[in-house]
């Protein structure tokens, strides 16, 4: 089944990372030269995404601003003869039809995704979530979207924490089908106990959700932390009818944890043709004195 539309929820505080969240939204952090954001919308678009539905907050207005059209830095460009990143900016605007809603309460990822509803209609969709870069040779959530409807409805993209983390996680009872896929039968959002832990497969920032996940949520409690949560949502589809878990290909960053945010720009950088060579360079110096 062809999927057209997207969800990215990105309306979260961005405690982790303060005091640098206090005025920037964490989906605006640059990695080399672009935020995180715009990896994200890419990722959608390069899997054949035409409409996005961006989730925001009160004083998150940068990120509508970037995929904006910005008359003004087009001209000073066009004027000064500075045709590759004029290019650049007219193309970020250019990247798909854009549409932003705002969460008012902040009451949890699966609140976020109901704000979605009318935007998605009676048909399937994707949710990436706002702080997670996967970078690879195919995009991640087209992987998920290749397997949508294959063993169940709905689809997770996952991989394997740390025992030590998955607390922090979700855990998902999974059983392997063939190569990467699994079959996924129940989750546990953040478990407390090792009695609680299902595997060590957590959901990380991409699924490919049927339409019903909204009736769902609309009667789905508050569950940990007193918010809604996706995971509850998902569980009763995965316990009812299935889902499919997909461990995808590509590198994750967590664009809203102090290290994943410097992991990220050391090895984008270190694989970007503007500063490959002098990065590599430094780190090589740099590691002789540690």
Excluded: W
């Amino acid at each position: 089944m062809k999927i057209t539309k997207a969800v990215i929820p990105a309306a979260g505080f961005g405690t982790r990372v303060l005091p640098a969240t206090k005025n920037i939204p964490k989906e605006m952090f640059p990695i080399v030269d672009k935020p995180t954001i715009q990896y994200i919308v890419e990722e959608a678009v390069a899997a054949g995404i035409t409409d996005i539905l961006i989730i925001t907050n009160r004083g998150k207005t940068l990120i509508e601003d970037h995929f904006d059209r910005s008359p003004e830095l087009e001209h000073i460009l066009e004027k000064g003869g500075k045709s590759d990143f004029l290019e650049q900016v007219k193309g970020i605007s250019q990247l798909a039809n854009i549409s932003f809603i705002r969460q008012q309460e902040m009451k949890g990822l699966g609140h976020a995704v109901l704000k979605a509803k009318s935007f998605v209609g009676n048909e399937p969709f994707a949710v990436l979530f706002g702080d997670g870069v996967i970078v690879g040779k195919k995009p991640a959530i087209g992987q998920l979207i290749e397997h949508y409807g294959e063993y169940g409805k709905g689809v997770v993209g996952v991989k394997k924490v740390p025992e030590e983390e998955i607390h922090k996680y979700g855990s998902l009872k999974v059983e392997n089908l063939h190569d990467n896929v699994f079959a996924c039968t129940d989750m546990k959002e953040k478990p407390k106990t090792k009695e609680e832990v299902l595997s060590l497969y957590s959901i990380l920032d991409r699924c490919v959700l049927p339409p019903e996940i909204f009736e769902i949520l609309e009667r789905t409690e508050p569950g940990v932390g007193g918010e809604i949560q996706l995971t509850d949502a998902m569980r009763e589809i995965a316990i009812k009818e299935g889902m499919t878990a997909v461990e995808f290909e590509g590198t994750r960053y967590d664009m809203g944890n102090k290290f994943g945010i410097l992991q990220a720009q050391i090895e984008v950088g270190l694989d970007h043709p503007e500063t490959k060579e002098q990065l590599t360079e430094y780190i090589k110096k740099l590691a002789e004195t540690l």
